[in-house]
């Protein structure tokens, strides 16, 4: 059973480009998270979706950041017109529906934007 | 301030027992979990603990919580220069809502 998968690992954008972040959750997930971390920090919570829909985006920047979950195929995290600040890495996790064990997010291995 | 508090670093000889500790803010914290970053990698969760639960031990790892002083603690029995890493505490108020992150403490083993 395959792990998170998240692509590109590595992303170099110039200031105002967008920034395309793909996350496929384990096998019988249907949960996916999108936390970001800075430098030196810890991880802090950006959205929480399920198929189809945004469940909490609390933590989302208001503007230029956008998340997806499709029917089919991988979650996305979008950055429109990206700047120096927005430089971290990007961590996707997922868990099972409730019917499973609840409790457990994984971790794909994380995105790491560089904007130059 | 912080909702999850966490000393930055810690050093110990190979072989010596861990100790990395954990401060938390909200009483409504139901799930307390330690994950564990090495470089340039993701986060594995290691073990997690109800808050109903005083300890758990899991092969070389125990985790004890002090709920009413709201503290957590895990505990590496027999430590590796393998189990050099950022350990990260985090807080779930729900088995399904988001996880909020200390900033990691830093393991570092020597030989």
């Known amino acids: 059973n395959a792990g998170v998968m998240q692509n590109p690992r590595h992303l170099v954008r110039r200031r105002g480009q967008e920034a395309r972040l793909r996350c496929s959750p384990m096998?019988?997930?249907?949960?996916v998270y999108w936390y970001r971390q800075l430098p030196e920090e810890g991880l802090k919570f950006m959205v929480y979706?399920?198929?189809?829909?945004?469940?909490?985006e609390s933590g989302m920047p208001k503007e230029r950041f956008s998340a997806e979950f499709p029917k089919e195929g991988p979650s996305i995290l979008r950055i429109q017109q990206v700047v120096r600040g927005d430089s971290a890495a990007y961590f996707c996790?997922?868990?099972?529906?409730?019917?499973?064990?609840?409790?457990?997010?994984?971790f794909g291995p994380g995105t790491r934007l560089t904007v130059t | 301030g912080e909702d999850v508090e966490q000393s930055l670093f810690l050093s110990v000889r190979e072989g010596d027992s861990s100790v990395i500790n954990c401060t938390y803010t909200?009483?409504?914290?139901?799930?307390l979990y330690w994950y564990k970053q090495e470089p340039g990698a993701g986060l594995q969760l290691l073990t997690y603990i109800f808050s109903n639960m005083d300890m758990k031990q899991d092969q070389r790892l125990t985790v004890l919580l002090n709920k009413k002083d709201k503290h957590l603690s895990l505990r590496i029995a027999d430590t590796q220069t393998g189990d050099s890493a950022i350990y990260f505490c985090?807080?779930?108020?729900?088995?399904?809502?988001?996880?909020?992150f200390g900033k990691g403490t830093m393991l570092l083993v020597s030989p």
């Open positions: 096998k019988g997930h249907s949960h």
């Open positions: 909200d009483s409504s914290s139901t799930y």
């Open positions: 985090a807080e779930s108020l729900t088995g399904y809502s988001t996880l909020t």
């Open positions: 996790a997922s868990s099972p529906p409730t019917t499973g064990s609840p409790y457990e997010q994984y």
């Open positions: 979706l399920q198929k189809e829909n945004i469940i909490d």
